[in-house]
Nanobody
Framework: QVQLLESGGGLVQAGDSLRLSCASS????????VAWFRQSPGQEREFVAA????????YYADSVKGRGTISRDNAKITVHLQLNSLKPEDTAVYYC????????????????????WGQGTQVTVSS
């Protein structure tokens, strides 16, 4: 069982930036592909960004492309999501998800592919 803990959410103004973090206590987290999803009230969970196990492959939803950067710090067994130029429509609970993969696996955008999920961190962007 892999436990994921998100942090970094909060209340910000439009145009601000946030860095979300997803941490795991297990060193084997470096063997996992990781993604961020988000969910707003009354909406389905949607893909935001994903990073491969190696860190060399990343993929972004169109909604955050150019504003978001996903990265991983394997020394700290943490994955980050930097979001810039935040908009009110970015308001959501952001979830970290992970799945153990082979080294060459590409990032995956489908929620059902991921095995483990964190509890989420709230991001609220005021206009």
């Amino acid at each position: 069982q892999v436990q994921l803990l998100e942090s970094g959410g909060g209340l910000v103004q439009a145009g601000d930036s946030l860095r979300l973090s997803c941490a795991s206590s297990r060193r084997s987290f470096t063997d996992y592909a990781v993604a961020w999803f988000r969910q707003s009230p009354g909406q389905e969970r949607e893909f935001v960004a994903a990073i491969s196990r190696s860190g060399s492959g990343t993929y972004y939803a169109d909604s955050v492309k150019g504003r978001g950067t996903i990265s991983r710090d394997n020394a700290k067994i943490t994955v980050h999501l930097q979001l810039n130029s935040l908009k009110p429509e970015d308001t959501a609970v952001y979830y970290c998800a992970a799945r153990r993969t082979i080294l060459t696996a590409a990032p995956n955008t489908q929620a059902e592919w991921y095995q483990y999920w964190g509890q989420g961190t709230q991001v609220t962007v005021s206009s």
